[in-house]
């Protein structure tokens, strides 16, 4: 079965970086693109970016161009996102989400568990 | 960027109720719309893609509908699972958006 496993929460002080890993199994993990999508406390969802695993190609957005970075160790069937220059506002639960495209129809199907991470001095 | 707007932000009902949410786009996204269910500590969970197309295992109390810049996702009879919060996304475009939620609260 398809799963999206993301790694454990991260603790940060302001300005420091963190690197969230979202690990693909039960598929063929070259075939769909991923995205990242972030929550705060209480917030929407926010689209940050994503990569088409196939060919690397990324694609952020510009809210948080320059600070983030996604990309993938396809032998790993692994996919990251670098996060820079952290601030408080940047505490947030981070997930990879894998997203169908298909006549018509393009959408989120399978989601990681999530990683919670705090920013705080 | 597509600003997605749903309302009501929060909503009381009652089970066996009807619920209807509402979403809309800033601009045309003809079906790219995808609804979601959230409950506390869980990822969002695809309920409806393509504005109306229910996803496997799904229950069919869930509908959706619309076009264009306007869509609805209607639960016809509420049951006590259904307690969540519930967004809309468009899919058109990048950045993908999403709606702000709707909060599905117990009367």
Excluded at chain 1, 3 to 24: H, T, W, Y
Excluded at chain 1, 84 to 101: F, G, K, N, P, Q
Excluded at chain 2, 26 to 39: A, D, E, M, R
Excluded at chain 2, 73 to 82: K, R
């Amino acid at each position: 079965q398809v799963q999206l496993v993301q790694s454990g929460a991260e603790v940060k002080k302001p300005g420091a970086s963190v690197k969230v890993s979202c690990k693909a199994s039960g598929y063929i993990f070259t075939g769909y693109d991923l995205h990242w999508v972030r929550q705060a406390p209480g917030q929407r969802l926010e689209w940050m970016g994503w990569i088409s695993v196939g060919n690397g190609n990324t694609k952020y957005s510009q809210k948080f161009q320059g600070r983030v970075t996604i990309t993938r160790d396809t032998p790993a069937d692994t996919a990251y996102m670098e996060f820079t220059s952290l601030r408080s506002e940047d505490t947030a639960v981070y997930y990879c989400a894998r997203e169908i495209d298909r006549g018509g129809a393009r959408y989120f199907d399978f989601w990681g568990q999530g990683t919670l991470v705090t920013v705080s001095s | 960027d597509i600003q997605m707007t749903q309302s009501p932000s929060s909503l009381s009902a009652s089970i066996g109720d009807r619920v209807t949410v509402t979403c809309r786009a800033s601009q045309s996204i003809t079906s790219y719309l995808n609804w979601y269910q959230q409950k506390p500590g869980k990822a969002p969970n695809l309920l409806i893609s393509a504005a109306s197309t229910l996803q496997s295992g799904v229950p069919s109390r869930f509908s959706g509908s619309g076009s264009g810049t306007d869509f609805t996702l209607t639960i016809s009879s509420l049951q006590p699972e259904d307690f969540a919060t519930y967004y809309c996304q468009q899919s058109y475009s990048s950045p993908r958006t999403f709606g702000q939620g709707t909060k599905v609260e117990i009367k």
